[in-house]
T-cell receptor
Framework: DSGVTQTPKHLITATGQRVTLRCSPRSGDLSVYWYQQSLDQGLQFLIQYYNGEERAKGNILERFSAQQFPDLHSELNLSSLELGDSALYFC????????????FGPGTRLTVL | AQSVSQHNHHVILSEAASLELGCNYSYGGTVNLFWYVQYPGQHLQLLLKYFSGDPLVKGIKGFEAEFIKSKFSFNLRKPSVQWSDTAEYFCAVNADDYKLSFGAGTTVTVRA
């Protein structure tokens, strides 16, 4: 157990819908990262937040957005869902950022039908 | 931006065999290097990391990796694998833009 929690574990929805994935970082960690893991794209960095502010952006679609709240938990919002958005979405946290070790959560498996 | 390539997509070997997984990155500056493992149905776990100092890094579960700066490589090794080492292994690089870039992963299957 890494100390990072993600809910829900599984999510099944239809195309065009919107979903919210939630992540709680390890106690004391200020940085939260979101990753998407799919068969064709591998593990892709989406976005990083540090203490409530966006720190770095990766291959995140405009239909996707994220935020980090004052209690440091984070939410990833995926809208206008497409079949290709079906993937495993991981959240990770670290103490600060940069070279800090990232601890990964168990992931949310999203299936878009 | 940095990129990471892992040479082997799928490796199959028998218990007690030696394992070496290749990883090369493309970035000219200072990097931090990681190997993560993902056991079936589980989340990513850190095996080992290199920030600076001794280029031969020892990690958990008997794994080690060697950083060769001139070759931009960070290969993972284990002298004698066990069935429980069956997993997917990811090499990752973190440079000065803070994000972690992962390789495509190598699936390792250890036959009993």
């Amino acid at each position: 157990d890494s100390g990072v929690t993600q809910t829900p574990k599984h999510l099944i929805t239809a195309t065009g819908q919107r979903v919210t994935l939630r992540c709680s970082p390890r106690s004391g960690d200020l940085s939260v990262y979101w990753y998407q893991q799919s068969l064709d794209q591998g593990l892709q960095f989406l976005i990083q937040y540090y203490n409530g502010e966006e720190r770095a952006k990766g291959n995140i679609l405009e239909r996707f957005s994220a935020q980090q709240f004052p209690d440091l938990h984070s939410e990833l919002n995926l809208s206008s869902l497409e079949l290709g958005d079906s993937a495993l979405y991981f959240c990770a946290s670290s103490v600060a950022g940069g070279s800090d070790e990232q601890f990964f959560g168990p992931g949310t498996r999203l299936t878009v039908l | 931006a940095q990129s990471v390539s892992q040479h082997n997509h799928h490796v199959i070997l028998s218990e007690a065999a030696s394992l070496e997984l290749g990883c090369n990155y493309s970035y000219g500056g200072t990097v931090n290097l990681f190997w993560y493992v993902q056991y079936p149905g589980q989340h990513l776990q850190l095996l080992l990391k290199y920030f600076s100092g001794d280029p031969l890094v020892k990690g958990i579960k008997g794994f080690e990796a060697e950083f060769i700066k001139s070759k931009f490589s960070f290969n993972l090794r284990k002298p004698s694998v066990q069935w429980s080492d069956t997993a997917e292994y990811f090499c990752a690089v973190n440079a000065d833009d803070y994000k972690l870039s992962f390789g495509a992963g190598t699936t390792v299957t250890v036959r009993a």
